[in-house]
């Protein structure tokens, strides 16, 4: 089809991630040079850079963001992630999605429910030729996420779940997109300089160094509306996740502990993130790292999407199907497989090379 953009990507939910991602597309779009892309880990991936990115259709449930251009919905609260650069009108629309389980008990007070007529969203999918279908719902939705998996399954996409629900590293939904000829990528998205990734280098350095980490917890607040879901819905199915993670950093066991603690509202979009490591070094003399990480969290998880989208297109275009590994392992906390930070960079580089 002639004036195709390059790779067509659809975005459900569009929360605070969505904002991130739509104002790094238009920030990186003319980015060419690397001195000009300061902040990405990739300016080019499989010849593809961020301006070849395109946002072709979006799905909410919130009156403020839906039937608005999705350059003013990302806007709207309750997003509360900052602005960091200029947004001009992409004549996308936001289409209403079906609530399902998108809301919680305490998200249901400052979500506003639109009451437009719901989107027929597998059909909507196939008429904007989208290629892949990223998920930023809140990770309470989890029925809602599975039902948007199954529209992307209809409509022919690949399927990103950057949720911590298991979609990627559940097998009977890694089989179900592998019989459909589709990439699947997941699951919870790693933050480029998040508390997972901070933590799991911290470890490993310690224990390259010959320290051996007896116990480390890693703690977090944050004020998104996505902090206020985990506290009410999915603290300890995050707990195991990160846990999980966090632990295989280590080549030996510890006592540890990661999850995220509570939601603080004025620190609007922020995250503090607190870390303890105690481990005992030469001759068993003690060492211990106190610790504190202060981010930003929907710019954090940017540059991480813009690679998977473009790792997701060349998985696309080489007929790949199923969980991909290499992008799950590089990309994800809760891949398929659990590997090393190394061998997950490793698997990566040699795909996209
Ligand atoms: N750095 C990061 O921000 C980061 C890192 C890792 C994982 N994640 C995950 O990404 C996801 C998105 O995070 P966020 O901060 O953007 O969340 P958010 O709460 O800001 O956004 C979620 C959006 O989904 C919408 N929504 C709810 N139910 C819906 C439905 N049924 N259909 C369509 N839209 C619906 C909400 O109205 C909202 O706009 C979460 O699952 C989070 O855990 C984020």
Redesign the pocket.
């Known amino acids: 089809m002639p004036n195709l953009p390059r790779i067509r990507v659809a975005l ?7 904002s991130a991602l739509v104002q790094g597309l238009q920030y990186y779009r003319n980015c060419k040079k690397n001195e000009e892309c300061l902040g990405l880990r990739n300016l080019v991936l499989g010849g593809f850079y961020p301006g070849d990115i395109e946002i072709v259709a979006t ?4 009156a403020r ?1 839906v039937g608005k251009d999705l350059t003013e919905a990302i806007f709207a609260p ?2 509360n992630a900052p602005k960091i650069s200029e947004v001009q009108p992409v004549g996308v629309l936001v289409n209403k ?4 389980d ?2 919680g008990q305490r ?1 249901r007070n400052i ?1 506003e429910v639109s009451n437009q007529p719901e989107d027929n969203v597998a059909k909507t999918l196939k008429q904007t030729d989208t290629e892949i279908a990223i998920n ?4 309470g ?1 989890v029925k ?1 996420s599975e039902w ?1 998996a199954e529209q992307a399954l209809a409509a022919g996409c690949a399927f990103v779940n ?3 629900n298991f979609i990627a590293s559940d097998s009977s939904w890694a089989k179900q997109f592998e019989k459909a000829g589709l990439p699947l990528a997941g699951d ?4 480029q300089v ?1 508390a997972t990734t901070l933590h799991k280098t911290l470890l490993q350095l310690l224990s390259m160094n010959g320290v051996h980490v007896t116990e480390t917890y890693q703690l977090d607040v944050g004020g ?3 902090s206020l ?2 506290l009410e819905r999915t603290r300890d199915m995050k707990r195991t996740v990160k846990t999980k993670s966090v632990e295989s950093a280590l080549p030996y066991k510890a006592e540890v502990v990661a999850g995220s603690t509570d939601y603080v509202d004025f620190l609007q979009n922020k995250r503090d993130s607190y870390f303890w490591i105690k481990g005992m070094h030469f001759c068993n003399v003690p060492v211990q790292i106190d610790l504190k990480l202060s981010t930003v ?2 710019p ?2 940017g540059s991480v999407l813009l690679d998977v989208i473009r790792a997701s297109k060349i998985a696309l275009d080489r007929g790949l199907k199923g969980a991909i590994m290499p992008i799950c392992a590089y990309a994800f906390k809760h891949p398929p497989k659990t590997v090393s930070l190394e061998k997950a960079e490793e698997m990566f580089a040699d795909f996209i090379a």
Request: proline letters at 9%.
């Open positions: 459900i939910g569009v929360g605070n991630c969505a799905f909410d449930i919130d963001k309750p997003n999605g079906p609530v399902l998108g809301l998200t979500v930023l719902l809140p990770s939705a809602a948007y950057a949720a911590p919870d998205l790693i933050d998040g998104g509306t996505e879901d985990t969290d929907a954090n998880a």
